[in-house]
């Protein structure tokens, strides 16, 4: 099972389990009992199709994070769009991004008034900084975008772009810098001057080294992003 888990999040639904994307399905996990629950989607069959718990359809959903006390966040990275699970029923429900609708040219669609219609293509990662703010990081046409949502607005604003292709993004606690990692290490992004600068770098060899940042090696990269604490 573990060469297929793509990410990891505390359940705030149920105490103490831990929510997890596995193949293409949302499961929750209870560590005391090894005892795993699905919630939506299935290990195997992939697509697109908007249910209630088996009978809903991911493909390759990445990233899952609590969006609000009744609702999960899910990437769903190969329908490019993101979507909500409801905790109540295990219904989902599609929040932004055209599902389905993949590595689109125009850029029009990305100042739509409505979240649904806008053109992400393949989302790479997508993390909460806030309430009503969503920082994602998709790859569209051949570029690799971070781009912030704000739910309030349903506006979509470009934060930067990047050459290196994002596994992961995380922000720190006060929203202020977001964390991505790729093949060549770890960098930061400052939301406010949407500057980029590298945090400790990678030459792609694989290894383990523990030391300074500037020094640090991962093998084969860092794949996960998380703030502890």
Request: aromatic share 6%.
């Given at each position: 099972?573990?060469?297929?888990?793509?990410?990891?999040?505390?359940?705030?639904?149920?105490?103490?389990?831990?929510?997890?994307?596995?193949?293409?399905?949302?499961?929750?996990?209870?560590?005391?009992?090894?005892?795993?629950?699905?919630?939506?989607?299935?290990?195997?069959?992939?697509?697109y199709v908007e249910g209630c718990g088996i009978d809903s359809r991911f493909n390759k959903p990445r990233t899952i994070f609590n969006f609000n006390g009744t609702h999960l966040a899910v990437a769903d990275t190969e329908n490019c769009c993101?979507?909500?699970?409801?905790?109540?029923?295990?219904?989902?429900?599609?929040?932004?991004?055209?599902?389905?609708?993949?590595?689109?040219l125009s850029e029009s669609t990305d100042r739509s008034s409505m979240l649904s219609d806008v053109d992400f293509g393949r989302i790479l990662d997508v993390t909460k900084i806030s309430k009503y703010r969503i920082v994602l990081a998709h790859?569209?046409?051949?570029?690799?975008?971070?781009?912030?949502?704000?739910?309030?607005?349903?506006?979509?604003?470009?934060?930067?772009?990047?050459?290196?292709?994002?596994?992961?993004?995380?922000?720190?606690?006060?929203?202020?810098?977001?964390?991505?990692?790729?093949?060549?290490?770890?960098?930061?992004?400052?939301?406010?001057?949407?500057?980029?600068?590298?945090?400790?770098?990678?030459?792609?060899?694989?290894?383990?080294?523990?030391?300074?940042?500037?020094?640090?090696?991962?093998?084969?990269?860092?794949?996960?992003?998380?703030?502890?604490?």
């Amino acid at each position: 099972m573990g060469t297929d888990i793509r990410h990891l999040d505390t359940d705030l639904w149920i105490p103490g389990n831990i929510l997890f994307t596995f193949g293409n399905s949302i499961q929750t996990l209870n560590p005391e009992t090894h005892h795993a629950d699905l919630i939506a989607g299935g290990d195997t069959g992939r697509g697109y199709v908007e249910g209630c718990g088996i009978d809903s359809r991911f493909n390759k959903p990445r990233t899952i994070f609590n969006f609000n006390g009744t609702h999960l966040a899910v990437a769903d990275t190969e329908n490019c769009c993101i979507r909500l699970v409801s905790r109540v029923d295990n219904c989902t429900s599609a929040l932004a991004g055209r599902c389905q609708v993949c590595d689109t040219l125009s850029e029009s669609t990305d100042r739509s008034s409505m979240l649904s219609d806008v053109d992400f293509g393949r989302i790479l990662d997508v993390t909460k900084i806030s309430k009503y703010r969503i920082v994602l990081a998709h790859r569209k046409s051949s570029r690799n975008e971070l781009k912030m949502i704000d739910l309030l607005t349903n506006k979509v604003d470009l934060i930067t772009y990047t050459d290196r292709e994002p596994t992961s993004i995380c922000a720190d606690p006060n929203g202020d810098n977001l964390y991505l990692s790729s093949e060549y290490g770890i960098e930061v992004v400052n939301l406010k001057t949407r500057n980029i600068h590298h945090l400790t770098m990678s030459n792609g060899n694989t290894g383990h080294i523990d030391g300074s940042l500037q020094i640090a090696r991962f093998s084969p990269r860092p794949y996960d992003l998380m703030f502890l604490g």
